[in-house]
């Protein structure tokens, strides 16, 4: 905005057009121009209006009264006028005149003439804003053609911006998955963001948890702001505009020449240009609203009468609904308006529904399934919308009750997967679910009696039923057992002829080979092994079972073990753009497996930032079973940091969550490690020996490596040489790191390990290198090489730099060693010395603004200062 007023005060142009579509704050910003300028300037204001669009001098009626109908219609007699009546405004001052126009889009031809004349002319600076399309009327673009004008094009808020503005509002931490949900409901539309945003907190729906600001449900399409906005807007347009708004909105998708036909195709036109609608690319043309949230606001807004009116305006085309989209939007309009839908049609549309995670959609339309042979089917989607919903029991207790007769139907395979992931998601164990489904399975004649006994299943490697392959792949892959996995999934790919459900079974099974693989430290094969399994994804979409997650976070694992942070995180990025209304459901266990991976990377601030508001995403839905290992990672970066409180409350987490294979061995680790950090005391540090020399960790090099590397970072210098013995046995380029570390470690060769650590930070294992520096140092010391050791710390430095650890890079290092602060206290000071207040200080490390005075108090005590203002005095100088 100074831009501007500089713009206008300097006379630099003669003109600012300001261009933006509906909502994005082109009049706002207007307005605050004309307050700032008010007070310099003499203000004249004009409103484009689409009534008057087409009475040429229209607007400027209360500048022309006086004029007679002959000269009302004449430019010269009018520009006379209104110059006549902004003279009597100056009064005979000299004082600069502003004329700004609102919604310049709208002006006739006419008018925009007289502006543009007085434009050249000098008369009058003016401001003016408007719609790129249909845009500003000729003379105006004229202007900006010939350079006597600038535009200013403001485009809808970007991801940034709405983190910034949430910031601001909320007092708290924001997770990344509350800013992308309102990004993408509000579309980064300022008038849509406010009116979101007061009534998210009117319903309390957005709820702090642990200092987390959380989305407990669905954004509100029907709260008072976003309501009066949309009956706003619809009172500015035609009765046409109006209809054909509601008519989109409530078929949404539409073809467009549906719409055409009831309402014209210049209404049409016209909305687009208004970019109140938008067209899609595919053929025939289809119409949505500009924004799904607006889109159901306005189908709030429309009566029950009305809507059935407007639907049977849409029948009498006898056009079909585009594709399954427009399919479900007909099944759910008919039932707003109480009509009855077929059974075949509520399941359809329910099936739709629940894969675009319209979860109360989807229950509400397989409730009213009552034909006896479709019903299981309803249950199956009806236990799939409870299950994105967290409601993981009740999601069992429907697939108890419809698995067995969906036995022969084309989702039977899915629903079983997604019955094991309901019943794990409570506690079940794989074996005791695998051993109850033969129980019943056999009871109900569907497999040999003797696969129910005690012997198990008879056969192996693919042979069996579909439901005993399911069962066997679950018991391996919770067994670790790669080879038995393997053989089953060749066998499942050899058989012919092939079975119904091969595809799905091939996509399971590879997905929890490639975790046992990456256990054993066969991570290249467990990355081929994932990538298999992804490949067999795109026949298996919008079925029952989350075959997407579920093959990505194994994936992913497996770039992770291998040392490939890029790759994992292009994954993750990936899945996330692609599954926004997933989000609610998923995004806790993406945010944990970036937690995750940042922690290996060594980022641990960074991590911490990440794992806080993943394990409050985990704890109103943890689809993955991953809330205990969320919390160990928790509990162990902030007990690194030094956040006992954090780390305190996040133990109780950990041990109060159900326990959840496949991570459970890693989050005791882990959870076991934070101990140490806390106490020091040696039992911490025990306790993961004690792990380690278990037959399930100590038969798995990869599990067992990864367990050494948290001794190590906790000071253990005895674990070095199982490191160099170990990682010979591991695959990737973290194993590859681990090793030549280890290698170079004990020897007293300041040069070999200088060497080592200058090759791990080009390799990309910084948090290594940075070992590697310290250790180098303090060889270099030792030897009285001073010069070199000092370049070895300032390498090391460069390397807390990028790995994120502030409190390694400041005044800290060169502090007295008898005054010891808690990283925790370095943080806080080093912010407060940068001029942070206590609430933004709280806001960057996600602790409450009381832990922020509790520590700045016990540092002001330990360096015997009274105040912010002698902080840095009393601090050691670097």
Known sequence: MDRICNIIRNRTSQAVFLMAGPGIGKSALSEAITERLATEMIVVQIHGSSSLAGVPFGVLAPYTAELTAEDSVSPVAVLRSVWTYFEKLKAGKDTPLLLVVDDAHHLDDSTASIVADMISAGWASVVASGRPRPGLPQPLAQLWYDGLAERVDLRPLNREQIEEVLTHVFDGTIPAGTVDAIWSASGGNPRILDALLHDTAEREVLAKRNGIWMLLGPLPADGPRLTAVVTKDLLRRSPEEQEALKLIALAEPVARKVIEDISGAEVVRALLDQQMIVEGTGHPAELRMWNTLFGQAVRKNVSVSRSLQLLEKIRGQHAEPAGAEGRLRAVEWALECGQKVADADLLEAAGTAVTKFRNVSAVMMAAKVHRSDLVPHAQAVRARALFNKADYSAAADVLDECWLPLSDSAEAAQVLMLRAQSHQALGKSAETFAAESRELLSQAGLIPPMAGSAGGLPGGNGTGTWQENVLHLLELGAAGNHEALQAEIQGIKNRTPAGPFDDALRAFGLALLAHTLSAAGRNVEGLDAALLAASELPALQDGLFCFNEFVLGRLVINYLAMGEWESAERELASYAASQVQGAATFSGSVQVLRGYSLL???????????LLPAVEALRLNDPQQLFRFGSALGFYVAARLGDVAQAIRLEQDYKDAIIARPHEHLAA????????????????????HTLATTHDVSARPGTLLEFLAICWDLGDNSVIPLVHSLAKD????????????????????????????????NSGFVNLAREAYARASTLLEQSGERRRARQAVALREKCDHELGERFREGHFIAAAPAVHLTRREQDIVELALQGLTDREIAQRLMVSVRTVEGHLYRTYVKLGVRSRDELASALPKS
């Open 730 to 761: 591991v695959e990737g380029r973290w194993a590859e790191a681990m090793l030549m570390l280890s290698r170079n470690w004990e020897p007293t060769d300041a040069d070999a390990l200088m060497d080592t650590a200058t090759a791990l930070e």
């Open 669 to 688: 680790a882990y959870a076991a490690a934070a101990s140490e950090y806390l106490a020091r005391d040696g039992k911490g540090l025990a306790s993961i």
């Open 600 to 610: 290996r990377q060594g980022r641990i601030e960074r991590a911490y930032q990440m």
